[in-house]
Protein backbone atom coordinates (compact mmCIF):
# COMPACT_ATOMS: atom_id res chain seq x y z
CA UNK A 1 0.00 0.00 0.00
CA UNK A 2 1.53 3.27 -0.91
CA UNK A 3 1.74 6.34 1.64
CA UNK A 4 -0.51 9.08 0.66
CA UNK A 5 -1.62 11.58 3.24
CA UNK A 6 -4.38 14.01 2.57
CA UNK A 7 -3.54 17.15 0.59
CA UNK A 8 -4.38 20.39 1.65
CA UNK A 9 -7.11 22.66 0.52
CA UNK A 10 -5.39 25.90 0.97
CA UNK A 11 -2.07 25.27 -1.61
CA UNK A 12 -3.43 25.01 -5.08
CA UNK A 13 -2.18 26.15 -8.71
CA UNK A 14 -3.97 27.19 -11.17
CA UNK A 15 -2.60 26.91 -15.19
CA UNK A 16 -3.62 27.79 -18.31
CA UNK A 17 -2.02 25.78 -21.28
CA UNK A 18 -0.12 27.35 -24.32
CA UNK A 19 0.34 30.76 -22.24
CA UNK A 20 2.79 32.10 -20.33
CA UNK A 21 2.22 32.07 -16.79
CA UNK A 22 1.76 34.92 -15.02
CA UNK A 23 1.52 35.75 -11.85
CA UNK A 24 -1.35 38.04 -11.70
CA UNK A 25 -3.54 34.95 -13.68
CA UNK A 26 -2.21 32.40 -11.78
CA UNK A 27 -3.27 33.58 -8.22
CA UNK A 28 -6.27 32.84 -6.80
CA UNK A 29 -7.90 32.97 -3.50
CA UNK A 30 -10.48 30.07 -4.30
CA UNK A 31 -11.26 27.61 -7.16
CA UNK A 32 -14.37 25.52 -6.96
CA UNK A 33 -16.67 23.44 -9.44
CA UNK A 34 -14.88 20.72 -10.12
CA UNK A 35 -17.61 17.64 -10.58
CA UNK A 36 -18.44 15.33 -12.84
CA UNK A 37 -21.65 13.67 -12.71
CA UNK A 38 -23.96 11.52 -15.08
CA UNK A 39 -27.47 13.07 -15.41
CA UNK A 40 -30.29 10.14 -15.14
CA UNK A 41 -33.56 9.91 -16.11
CA UNK A 42 -36.35 8.13 -13.93
CA UNK A 43 -38.02 5.23 -15.56
CA UNK A 44 -41.27 4.10 -13.90
CA UNK A 45 -42.17 0.10 -14.38
CA UNK A 46 -45.52 -0.65 -14.95
CA UNK A 47 -46.26 -2.37 -12.03
CA UNK A 48 -43.76 -2.12 -9.65
CA UNK A 49 -44.10 1.02 -6.83
CA UNK A 50 -41.02 0.14 -4.99
CA UNK A 51 -38.96 1.76 -7.20
CA UNK A 52 -37.74 3.33 -10.27
CA UNK A 53 -35.04 2.94 -12.66
CA UNK A 54 -32.52 5.73 -13.19
CA UNK A 55 -31.43 5.35 -16.91
CA UNK A 56 -28.14 7.19 -17.67
CA UNK A 57 -28.18 9.72 -20.35
CA UNK A 58 -25.14 12.36 -20.62
CA UNK A 59 -21.90 13.27 -18.65
CA UNK A 60 -22.19 17.24 -17.06
CA UNK A 61 -20.34 19.59 -15.48
CA UNK A 62 -20.19 22.16 -12.76
CA UNK A 63 -19.23 25.49 -13.79
CA UNK A 64 -15.56 26.14 -12.55
CA UNK A 65 -15.58 29.34 -10.42
CA UNK A 66 -12.18 31.19 -9.94
CA UNK A 67 -11.73 33.72 -7.33
CA UNK A 68 -9.31 36.18 -6.65
CA UNK A 69 -8.60 40.00 -5.86
CA UNK A 70 -9.35 42.27 -8.39
CA UNK A 71 -6.21 42.49 -11.08
CA UNK A 72 -5.73 46.10 -13.91
CA UNK A 73 -7.00 45.33 -17.47
CA UNK A 74 -3.42 44.29 -18.55
CA UNK A 75 -4.26 40.57 -17.52
CA UNK A 76 -4.43 38.29 -20.11
CA UNK A 77 -7.47 36.93 -18.23
CA UNK A 78 -9.28 40.20 -18.00
CA UNK A 79 -8.49 40.14 -21.75
CA UNK A 80 -9.89 36.92 -22.74
CA UNK A 81 -13.00 37.28 -20.94
CA UNK A 82 -13.77 40.74 -21.83
CA UNK A 83 -13.55 39.16 -25.13
CA UNK A 84 -15.59 36.31 -24.64
CA UNK A 85 -18.31 38.34 -22.71
CA UNK A 86 -18.50 41.79 -23.93
CA UNK A 87 -18.33 41.02 -27.39
CA UNK A 88 -21.96 40.09 -27.84
CA UNK A 89 -20.76 37.16 -30.40
CA UNK A 90 -19.14 39.47 -32.84
CA UNK A 91 -15.68 37.79 -32.16
CA UNK A 92 -15.02 34.37 -31.70
CA UNK A 93 -15.16 32.54 -28.51
CA UNK A 94 -12.27 31.05 -27.83
CA UNK A 95 -11.86 27.97 -25.78
CA UNK A 96 -8.97 27.31 -23.49
CA UNK A 97 -8.05 24.56 -21.72
CA UNK A 98 -5.90 24.51 -17.68
CA UNK A 99 -4.98 22.65 -15.07
CA UNK A 100 -5.72 23.13 -11.88
CA UNK A 101 -3.35 21.06 -9.21
CA UNK A 102 -2.96 20.50 -4.94
CA UNK A 103 0.37 21.06 -3.83
CA UNK A 104 2.54 19.58 -1.50
CA UNK A 105 4.78 21.24 1.35
CA UNK A 106 7.40 21.46 -1.39
CA UNK A 107 5.06 22.62 -4.40
CA UNK A 108 4.91 19.05 -6.30
CA UNK A 109 1.50 18.27 -7.42
CA UNK A 110 -0.19 15.26 -5.74
CA UNK A 111 -4.06 15.81 -7.56
CA UNK A 112 -3.89 17.50 -10.56
CA UNK A 113 -7.40 18.24 -12.83
CA UNK A 114 -6.93 19.26 -16.65
CA UNK A 115 -10.36 20.80 -17.25
CA UNK A 116 -10.41 21.39 -21.48
CA UNK A 117 -12.21 24.06 -23.67
CA UNK A 118 -13.32 26.45 -20.50
CA UNK A 119 -14.70 29.61 -21.51
CA UNK A 120 -16.38 32.54 -19.32
CA UNK A 121 -19.63 32.64 -18.86
CA UNK A 122 -19.98 34.96 -15.97
CA UNK A 123 -17.43 37.58 -14.32
CA UNK A 124 -18.52 38.79 -11.13
CA UNK A 125 -16.80 41.74 -9.23
CA UNK A 126 -18.09 41.77 -4.88
CA UNK A 127 -20.25 44.25 -3.53
CA UNK A 128 -18.23 47.51 -1.98
CA UNK A 129 -18.01 47.74 1.97
CA UNK A 130 -17.15 50.54 3.58
CA UNK A 131 -17.37 48.89 6.55
CA UNK A 132 -14.55 46.08 6.08
CA UNK A 133 -11.31 45.78 5.57
CA UNK A 134 -10.67 43.96 2.54
CA UNK A 135 -9.38 43.19 -1.00
CA UNK A 136 -12.33 43.81 -3.96
CA UNK A 137 -12.82 40.71 -5.35
CA UNK A 138 -13.76 39.45 -8.92
CA UNK A 139 -15.46 35.88 -9.34
CA UNK A 140 -14.77 34.49 -13.06
CA UNK A 141 -17.07 31.32 -13.89
CA UNK A 142 -15.87 29.21 -16.60
CA UNK A 143 -18.22 26.38 -18.44
CA UNK A 144 -16.25 23.36 -19.54
CA UNK A 145 -16.43 20.12 -21.97
CA UNK A 146 -13.98 17.86 -20.25
CA UNK A 147 -12.55 17.51 -16.71
CA UNK A 148 -9.82 14.37 -16.44
CA UNK A 149 -7.76 13.57 -12.60
CA UNK A 150 -4.53 13.21 -13.79
CA UNK A 151 -3.13 12.14 -10.78
Known amino acids: ME ?18 PKVDDTAFQEVGGLETRIETTPLQE ?8 QLPEKVAHSNLTLKRALTGTSSGLVTWCKSCLEGGFGTAIVPKDLVVSLLDEEANPVATWAVGNAFPVKWTVAGFDAMKNELA ?15
Open 137 to 151: LETVELAYLTLERKL
Open 3 to 20: DFAPPVAFHFSVSFTGSA
Open 46 to 53: GGENRFQH
